[in-house]
Structure formats: C-alpha cells, structure tokens
Nanobody, 120 residues
Framework: QVQLVESGGGLVQPGGSLRLSCAASGSIFSIWPMGWYRQAPGKQRELVTTINAGGERTNYADSVKGRFTISRDNAKNTVHLQMNSLKPEDTAVYYC?????????????WGQGTQVTVSS
C-alpha cells in the first residue's frame, strides 16, 4: 500500500503565506514524480505544480507562478508547497499526488487533502 498524508492547511488572510507538507510511506521502492493538485467547490481537480524524482525539474500552473514553490526531501520521502501572496481564489482542498510506474502503466495515488481558506 501507498500512503500520502498532507498537513499545514488552514485559514489565512489575503497576502499571507502557508507551507504544506506531504509525507509518503508504504510500498514505495523507488523515487517517483510528485505534485500538488487542488479542488474548489463545484470545480474539477486541477494541477498546481509537479516535481520530478530528482527535484531538478518543476512546473507550475500559470495562476500560481511566482507565488508558489514546490520542493522535496527524498531522504525523508517528503514534498512541500510554499504558498506566498495568497489570494481568495486559492481557496481549495489541496491534494498530494505521486505517480508510480508499474509494469509499463502509471498509477496515481492521493492523500486525503488539506483545506486552505484565504479570506479577510
């Protein structure tokens, strides 16, 4: 089994900052790409950011470029999301993701999500 546990969400004012963390455990026998997604009420889950296994390559949704930063610590099997200059439209449940290749197919695993609310 693969388990992903997010933490660090909460209520913050516009312009504030939060740092999310995701700890991976279980049947993970290699280092895999990971990322963060979010889902607002009434909307589909959308990509926020991804990071490759080695941590050298990242990408971001246009809506968060320059404000959010993804990083990882493979020794601790942990990924982080630093969120600065938060806006009300960033309000959503944020989910950690890992993509694992098994026998030529890619499987997605998800955490339970952590709520981020940006409001004055």
């Amino acid at each position: 089994q693969v388990q992903l546990v997010e933490s660090g969400g909460g209520l913050v004012q516009p312009g504030g900052s939060l740092r999310l963390s995701c700890a991976a455990s279980g049947s993970i026998f290699s280092i895999w790409p990971m990322g963060w997604y979010r889902q607002a009420p009434g909307k589909q889950r959308e990509l926020v950011t991804t990071i490759n296994a080695g941590g050298e390559r990242t990408n971001y949704a246009d809506s968060v470029k320059g404000r959010f930063t993804i990083s990882r610590d493979n020794a601790k099997n942990t990924v982080h999301l630093q969120m600065n200059s938060l806006k009300p439209e960033d309000t959503a449940v944020y989910y950690c993701n890992i993509k694992i290749n098994k026998f030529g197919s890619v499987y997605d695993y998800w955490g339970q999500g952590t709520q981020v609310t940006v409001s004055s």
